[in-house]
Every structure is written in structure tokens, then in C-alpha cells.
Nanobody, 128 residues
Framework: QVQLVENGGGLVQPGDSLRISCAVT??????????MAWFRQAPGKEREFVAG????????LYEQSVKGRFTISSDNAKNTLFLQMNSLQPEDTAVYYC???????????????????WGRGTQVTVSS
């Protein structure tokens, strides 16, 4: 059974940096096609795509407001996805979710409904 577990959220001040991670268990990323992404959901808002890529992608997609500040990456040897977030702002406050589509997709997907596997989320709060 595939499981995704996020880690690394917390409370930071505006302008600070934070790196969150997502550990994938139940499969080996180096042996499967996949699309993986980070989404976020703020109170009262819909879940939105933040950043993502596929195993065969040569491009990485970012939501417009995080371009230049956030970086998504993976360590396939450790089956882990990362999101480095710099210059955090209060509007980045949300629960951040890791999502995966394993074995069916190899290119980035931006719709939440395209992902079958989700973590429980990690809270990121940006406040002074």
C-alpha cells in the first residue's frame, strides 16, 4: 500500500524559509512512472496546485504566485519529495499536501482529481 507522509511544517515569520518533505513508502520511485506535486489549502479556499513534475518531464510547473520563491525537488534514492519555500508571506499560510499518481502518469498533472495518493498534510503558518 502506497503511503505519503509530509513533514517539516511550522510557524515562521514573513521573509523566512522553510523546507517540507514527503516520504513515499510502498513503492520505489526509480522503478515506476509517476507524477508528483504539492498542493495547498487555506481556510475557506479550494485546494490549489503549488508545484509538480512527472518522471519523464523536462519541465517543472509552479503556481504563478510561488515562482521564483518555491522549488520542488525529489531524492528518488530516498523516495522523498521536497518543497523549499523562500521569502514566505502570510498568504502562503495553508495546509500543504503531497500528492502522487503512480504507475499511470509520467507527466505533470495540476488537477487534484488526477492524483490517487495523498498525504495528510502539514501546516505552514506565516505570521509576525
Amino acid at each position: 500500500q502506497v503511503q505519503l507522509v509530509e513533514n517539516g511544517g511550522g510557524l515562521v515569520q514573513p521573509g523566512d524559509s522553510l523546507r517540507i518533505s514527503c516520504a513515499v513508502t510502498g513503492l520505489t520511485l526509480t522503478l515506476t512512472n509517476y507524477a508528483m506535486a504539492w498542493f495547498r489549502q487555506a481556510p475557506g479556499k479550494e485546494r490549489e496546485f503549488v508545484a509538480g513534475f512527472g518522471s519523464k518531464d523536462e519541465i517543472i510547473l509552479y503556481e504563478q504566485s510561488v515562482k521564483g520563491r518555491f522549488t520542488i525537488s525529489s531524492d528518488n534514492a530516498k523516495n522523498t519529495l521536497f518543497l523549499q519555500m523562500n521569502s514566505l508571506q502570510p498568504e502562503d499560510t495553508a495546509v500543504y499536501y503531497c500528492a502522487g499518481n503512480f504507475g499511470r502518469a509520467a507527466y505533470v498533472l495540476t488537477a487534484p482529481s488526477s492524483y490517487q495518493n495523498w498525504g495528510r498534510g502539514t501546516q505552514v503558518t506565516v505570521s509576525s
